[in-house]
């Protein structure tokens, strides 16, 4: 094994670690931002970064990976057990406050301490058993980052959804890194159980895997800090909301109409002539104001009649509006179409009717005049 390798790969990730761990852990957040699972996230999250740096300088110090490969791995997949749950928790922080309750907690530390034991038991097994032990032990640890990953990637999907139900703007977008992120630790979860296993003079390699994602994970807590507060508010509005999933379809195979349809239809179409919706940043429950109902019905209403969720129907009123705007007054420049429209950028106004039209604006505007 080429030692000059293994242990620079080790004083390039272990700095790395201990920045990213200590800055997540101790670094002052914005007032507004302190009682919020954001902090409660930025503290798991640089406790497990802390934890994999004092794996990492176990490595560094004791050279355990030369001593004893196998006690080097069993050290490593008890650390990746425990840094599963609590990236996991972090992430669940952002997307729900009372995930993270006290049963839970007991209930994942217990785990870990019955997974250390069970590979504290392996470690003194014979040769040849201890090596299907480690398959064994390495196997428990990829299904629980798989479950955890699963419960991450459901919660994140039903906040999209519940958002499309709510914002006229794109909120899913300032939480979209939590997927990415999400289906990177998976892939980087298995090649670790898998890396931790390579012949000792690859080992550098399973080190310095580890630093793109971390760096990737430090930048998208820094540049989730500026959008927080929008996405918080939203999950704060929308607690309660109904869970629309069901398939217009089978509500159009129903024969009973809801009365208070009758009630709304005529003072949504009012409002949708008036072009309010029009205003930047419009939510289901300025809409329920305005026109004085209730959300919840307001909402179903939407879903069954024009078969969208609330984001996709005032969308496409956006787009429709955009493109008359176009037609009548081609003097127009495309920024001040967007602004003009009810879409916040001109980015997500192009990428948003390139979506729905096939084409850029401009492209649709040369062809339509």
Request: with cysteine; hydrophobic share 45%.
């Amino acid at each position: 094994m080429d030692q000059t390798l293994y242990h620079y790969s080790l004083c390039i990730a272990l700095p790395l670690m201990l920045f990213f761990g200590f800055h997540l852990l101790l670094a002052s957040v914005p007032e507004q931002k302190r009682s919020s699972g954001f902090l409660l996230s930025r503290r798991l999250m640089g406790t497990a970064l802390l934890i994999l740096a004092a794996n990492y300088s176990i490595h560094f110090f004791f050279s355990i990976r030369l001593t004893d490969q196998n006690d080097a791995i069993i050290v490593n997949m008890v650390t990746y057990f425990l840094c599963y749950w609590l990236f996991a928790s972090a992430m669940m922080a952002l997307l729900d406050r009372k995930y993270l309750s006290g049963r839970r907690f007991a209930c994942h530390i217990a785990l870990w301490i019955t997974y250390s034991a069970l590979a504290c038991g392996g470690s003194f097994l014979p040769d040849r058993a201890r090596t299907w032990a480690l398959v064994f032990l390495a196997l428990l640890l990829l299904t629980y980052g798989i479950l955890l990953s699963l419960r991450l990637l459901r919660t994140y999907y039903r906040s999209v959804r519940m958002f499309r139900n709510t914002h006229s703007d794109d909120i899913g977008q300032y939480i979209r890194w939590l997927s990415v992120f999400t289906y990177w630790a998976i892939i980087f979860g298995v090649s670790c159980a898998v890396l931790t296993f390579l012949p000792d003079r690859y080992v550098f390699i399973w080190v310095l895997s580890a630093v793109p994602f971390y760096i990737y994970l430090y930048c998208c807590y820094q540049n989730y800090a500026f959008f927080y507060d929008k996405v918080d508010e939203a999950f704060q509005e929308d607690t309660g909301i109904i869970n629309d999933n069901e398939d217009p379809t089978v509500r159009e195979c129903r024969n009973d109409v809801p009365e208070y349809h009758f009630d709304i239809a005529p003072r949504l179409d009012a409002w949708v002539a008036e072009e309010a919706y029009l205003t930047p940043g419009i939510t289901l429950n300025d809409l329920s104001s305005r026109i004085c109902t209730n959300r919840t019905y307001l909402s179903e209403y939407i879903n069954s009649v024009y078969h969208k969720p609330f984001r996709d129907w005032i969308t496409d009123l956006r787009i429709e509006y955009a493109k008359r705007l176009m037609k009548e007054e081609p003097q127009l420049q495309i920024q001040e179409v967007s602004l003009m429209s009810g879409f916040l950028s001109l980015s997500h106004f192009s990428r948003t009717f390139s979506a729905k039209e096939g084409c850029s604006p401009a492209r649709w505007r040369r062809a339509n005049l």
